[in-house]
C-alpha cells in the first residue's frame, strides 16, 4: 500500500513538472500570430572603417563651417549643418552647439538631423535672437546666435583682379604659394588696419610677460547701469582673458534733460551732475556708498556727447539675503561732443568698405 501511494506522488509530481517546463518555453510568433517564426533583428551598418583611408587632401569648407575630425576619430572632414543629415561618422558641427537628433529614425537610430541644443539667445542693437537663429545686421556679413554668443562670416569674398594670379588663357600659371604674395598681403593690411580688433595694442613689458589689451567696447546701454568689456592678458598668468566693468554714462529718467542746463549761445553740455548723491543698482542689489557721478551730456543739435576721460574704481553691492559682491566701474570725468555717433555694441562700427 506505500509502496502504491509513493508511486502515485512521484508520477503527479514528474507530471506537474513537466506542464510547467512546457508553458514556461518561449513560442515565437509573428504579429499574424504564427508560432514558430523567428523575431526579425535588425543589424546595424557600420559607418566606420579600419584602417583609415583619407584623401590626400584637406577638404575646403566654406566660411562658418568648422573642420574637425570625423566620429571614427580618422579624417578631417566639413561639420555638418542645421537640418544636415549625421550618422556615427558625419558629426554635426560642435562649434555652433549642435547635435544629431536620431528621434526620427525609430528603432533603427542610425540615422538622425543636426539641430542645435536649447540654449539662450542673443542681444544684438537691441533686437533679440533666438539661439540658432541667422540674421544679417550688416550688408556684408551675415551673423549667427550660440548660446548667447555671435559670430559673423562674410558674404562676399573679394577675388584679386589684375594680380600675378590671374594669367591669360593659354599662359602657364605660376607657382600657387609665391603667386601674387605681395599683392595679398598689401590687400590684407590695408583691410584689417581699419578694424579695431588687429590695430596695434598697448604693449607693456611686466615680469616677462608681455602685457596687451584692447580697447573697451562702448557702454551696452546708453542710459543706466550697463556693461563694458574688453580682452587683456594682464593677469598672474599671462593668459588672454576677458574683462567686464559697469559703466553709467547717462541716467534714464524723463527729467535728465531738465537736469542739463545748456548756457545760453551753446549747442552743448559735455557733462552735467545730479542734485544729489546716489546709491548705484544693478542686478536688484544697491552699492553700500551713496555717489554723485558725472554724466555725459547732451546736445541740441544731432551731436552726441560720449566719454573723453575716465578712471577705474571698485563699487560693492549688498545684496538682500544673497550677502555681497565688487565690481570695477567707469568713474567719467569729463566727456566730448562729436558727430560720429554709434550704437552700443554694434560690431561693425569701425568697418569701412576699401
Known sequence: MRRLLFCTLLMTGLTQLCCRTQGSAPQDSTPGGRPGAALEVYQRTEVCRWPCRCPPQRPTCPPGVSLVRDGCGCCKVCAKQPGDTCNEAEICDPH???????????????????AYLVA???????????????FQPHPLFSCLCVSGAI??????????????????????KTDPPNCGRGTLQQQNSASYKTMS????????????????????????RTCGMGIS??????????EMRKERRLCYIQPCSRNTSQAVKIPRGETCQPTFQLPKAEKFVFSGCSSTQSYRPTFCGICLDKRCCVPNKSKMITVRFDCPSEGSFK????????????????EPGDIFSELRIL
Do not use: H
Open 96 to 114: 555652433k552647439g549642435l547635435y544629431c537628433d536620431y528621434s526620427g529614425d525609430t528603432p533603427r537610430y542610425e540615422t538622425g538631423v543636426c
Open 197 to 220: 580688433a588687429y590695430r596695434n595694442l598697448p604693449l607693456t613689458w611686466r615680469k616677462k610677460c608681455l602685457v596687451q589689451a584692447t580697447k573697451w567696447t562702448p557702454c551696452s
Open 229 to 238: 568689456n574688453r580682452v587683456t592678458n594682464d593677469n598672474a598668468n599671462c
Open 120 to 134: 539662450v539667445g542673443c542681444e544684438f542693437n537691441r533686437v533679440y535672437y533666438q539661439n540658432g537663429q541667422v
Open 151 to 172: 559670430g559673423c562670416t562674410p558674404l562676399f569674398i573679394p577675388k584679386l583682379a589684375g594680380s600675378n594670379c590671374s594669367a591669360a588663357k593659354g599662359r602657364r
Open 327 to 342: 565690481w570695477q566701474m567707469l568713474w567719467v570725468t569729463s566727456c566730448v561732443c562729436q558727430r560720429d555717433c554709434r
